[in-house]
């Protein structure tokens, strides 16, 4: 089994910067892309960004581009958002999601891990 622990979520300013982070803990790790999604109340989940395996290129949401950044660390068994400017349509929980295999795109079926989720709230 593949447990996910997300952290670091909390209370910011619109305009302020938060950096998540998703803990892994299982048989593998690093042979697997990872991705963000994350829900608002009364909003269907949403894909945020992706990673491969090997870190070497990501997938990221339009609505996040140039904002928010997806990164990893394979020996630390452990994956990182950093949001920068920070709106408050960006308040939701945040998901931690292990892919099936090599995927690293937006469909939620091609993943089969999630963690429980951190809570990011941006006030204006």
């Known amino acids: 089994q593949v447990q996910l622990v997300e952290s670091g979520g909390g209370l910011v300013q619109a305009g302020g910067s938060l950096r998540l982070s998703c803990a892994a803990s299982?048989?593998?790790?690093?042979?697997?892309?990872m991705a963000w999604f994350r829900q608002a109340p009364g909003k269907e989940r949403e894909f945020v960004a992706a990673i491969t395996w090997s870190g070497r290129s990501t997938y990221v949401a339009d609505s996040v581009k140039g904002r928010f950044t997806i990164s990893r660390d394979n020996a630390k068994n452990t994956v990182h958002l950093q949001m920068n400017g920070l709106k408050p349509e960006d308040t939701a929980v945040y998901y931690c999601?292990?892919?099936?295999?090599?995927?690293?795109?937006?469909?939620?079926?091609?993943?089969?891990?999630w963690g429980q989720g951190t809570q990011v709230t941006v006030s204006s």
């Open positions: 999601a292990r892919s099936g295999g090599y995927y690293y795109g937006p469909s939620r079926g091609e993943y089969d891990y």
């Open positions: 299982g048989r593998t790790f690093s042979s697997y892309a």
